[in-house]
């Protein structure tokens, strides 16, 4: 039997979590949970986005879900499986946390929460929840980034060396009530974007021992972080850094990258590629590894539905993880306050 899913917060990432689900036979999307009358009504003209994705939406009928105000009349109403939140950042916790007390399962949109202190209140709800949960961190799932943890596991081409990331976007003004630039929302794109590589770097590599970065806002935020660089200390044969920001002009666009230099090659991937990821090996050969045709929001929902469908422990973000990404998000801010070195805890 399909998983019976709820969404919550129809937005970006809602609409493309609808998506996916309506392509994944694993999955029975069933209602919504939208505090916009319009979108209720079926008026979804609103949702926007940066990034294409790759669904199953063609010829839905928006109205053939159950629309709800709120996630608290969706959970009285009963018949859901599983409750995926894309709300706002500030608004995840509390979600998190009454979804996962009703016994459903529970996935939620990154970040985690806004604080390493929120988050703190979902891992313990979830330790001791009926349900399973996951915390949506894409991009331990894209493709060509699971080549790239892979090889760093299996030292198919050698100890890495240096790894250094780059995630770039024109200014999300698409949002409801503009809550991503609204830093006490959304964390601006420290926490919103940049976040992705933190989560990622700490996948591959573990948590670092600190951090040191440099930020600045004001372009398209106030108070907020539009763009930082950091860099993360593993010791002194390895360089890791990353560098994010949504303060690109309109037609800019978005993209994400990264170059990998082992002993024996070096990766690169770039999103805008035909060939996105291309392998410069040591000999003056290079090759493109095939990657599938597919994203990571879609392999990360299929992941877990398989957890879901053979009740099998969630691994591959645990809640703690996903409060760690969090975390090492807060010492970056610090080290951007203090011009300083901030450890890790």
């Known amino acids: 039997m399909a998983v019976r899913v709820g969404i919550v917060g129809l937005g970006f990432m809602g609409k493309q979590h609808l998506d996916i689900y309506l392509a994944n036979p694993k999955a029975q999307v069933v209602a919504f949970a939208d505090v916009d009358q319009k979108k209720r009504a079926g008026d979804w003209s609103s949702i926007g986005g940066n990034i294409e994705g790759k669904g199953g939406a063609a010829g839905f009928d928006p ?7 709120s996630l608290d009349e969706m959970l009285a109403a009963g018949g859901v499986d599983l409750v995926d939140i894309t709300l706002p950042t500030h608004m995840h916790a509390d979600a998190a946390v009454k979804a996962l007390g009703a016994g459903v399962h529970v996935m939620c949109e990154k970040p985690l929460a806004p604080s390493s202190k929120d988050a703190d209140r979902v891992v313990k709800a979830a330790a001791k929840a009926k349900g399973k949960f996951m915390t949506a961190m894409c991009m331990r799932f894209w493709p060509g980034w699971t080549w790239l943890k892979e090889a760093v ?106 170059t990998a230099v082992f002993e024996k090659a070096t990766a690169d991937f770039d999103l805008g590629r035909e060939k996105k990821l291309a392998v410069h090996l040591a000999d003056g050969k290079t090759e493109y590894p095939a990657l599938a045709d597919t994203t990571g929001w879609a ?47």
């Open 63 to 69: 109205k053939s879900l159950k629309a709800y105000a």
């Open 299 to 345: 392999q990360e929902i299929d992941y877990f539905l398989d957890c879901i469908e053979g009740n099998k422990p969630v691994r591959a973000v645990t809640p703690k993880d996903a409060r760690q990404a969090v975390a090492i998000c807060e010492a970056e801010l610090k080290s951007i306050r203090t011009g300083k070195l901030v450890a890790v805890k």
């Open 153 to 258: 596991e299996k030292k198919t081409c050698g100890k890495l060396c240096s790894a250094t990331f780059k995630r770039f976007g024109s200014t999300p003004r698409w949002s409801w009530q503009n809550w991503l630039l609204t830093p006490k929302f959304s964390g601006s794109a420290l926490f919103d974007l940049h976040i992705h590589d933190t989560d990622f770097i700490q996948f591959l590599l573990g948590k670092p021992r600190a951090v040191f970065s440099v930020g600045t806002g004001g372009k398209a935020t106030k108070g907020g972080v539009d763009h930082v660089v950091t860099q993360y200390m593993y010791g002194k044969n390895l360089v890791v850094a990353a560098e994010g920001g949504w303060h690109a002009d309109p037609t800019y666009g978005f993209t994400m990258r990264y």
